[in-house]
């Protein structure tokens, strides 16, 4: 008395078939163009490889002036950076109102911490700009960068007039 148990095949689900053997590669619709920059698909890769090349060997070291240029550019970004902060600031201390409260508390204190901390911290805050031969425009830029800190400042002490804490 034998029986055979009859063992039903189980066939993977379809998403399994679908991701084993993903759909070939269909072409675009050529009345839509590469975005520039991009080679198109139809390229083969042995050309991508040589094109990529070539654009790195194209390009040229920048020379020292060039990049006293840019290094100037990027110490100015850094030290008009606080004054950019400021509207907000300005808008969120007339907000808190001139009472003796935690939050307008904690709003002189960092009106008075921030600018204090980065005017203390200005060395280091160009360290990474300065060179032999742009020295004086990074000290032109380092004193512009003091001058928006003391503005900075200045909104503390706005602040702390306002509040009824100034003698």
């Known amino acids: 008395m ?32 590469d975005p520039p920059g ?13 094109d990529a090349s070539k654009a790195i060997t194209q390009r040229k070291a920048p020379t020292p ?12 970004e850094v030290a008009l950076a606080p004054i950019k902060g400021l509207p907000m600031t300005g808008v969120m201390m007339y907000m808190s109102g001139n009472s003796l409260q935690i939050f307008s508390i904690m709003m002189v204190f960092m009106a008075f911490k921030n600018p204090i901390m980065g005017i203390l911290a200005t060395g280091q805050a160009f360290e990474r700009f300065e060179t032999e031969t742009n020295r004086q425009k990074i000290l032109q830029v ?15 002490v706005w602040k702390v007039n306002a509040m009824g804490l100034l003698p």
């Open 2 to 33: 034998s029986s055979q148990l009859a063992i039903p095949t189980l066939s993977a689900p379809r998403w399994v078939a679908d991701l084993n053997s993903p759909p070939a590669f269909k072409s675009k619709p050529s009345s839509i163009p």
């Open 38 to 50: 991009y080679p198109s698909s139809q390229v083969s890769s042995s050309s991508k490889k040589k």
């Open 65 to 76: 002036d060039e990049m006293d240029t840019l290094k100037v550019k990027k110490a100015w």
């Open 142 to 156: 380092k004193l512009a960068y003091i001058v928006m800190q003391l503005v900075a400042l200045a909104l503390g």
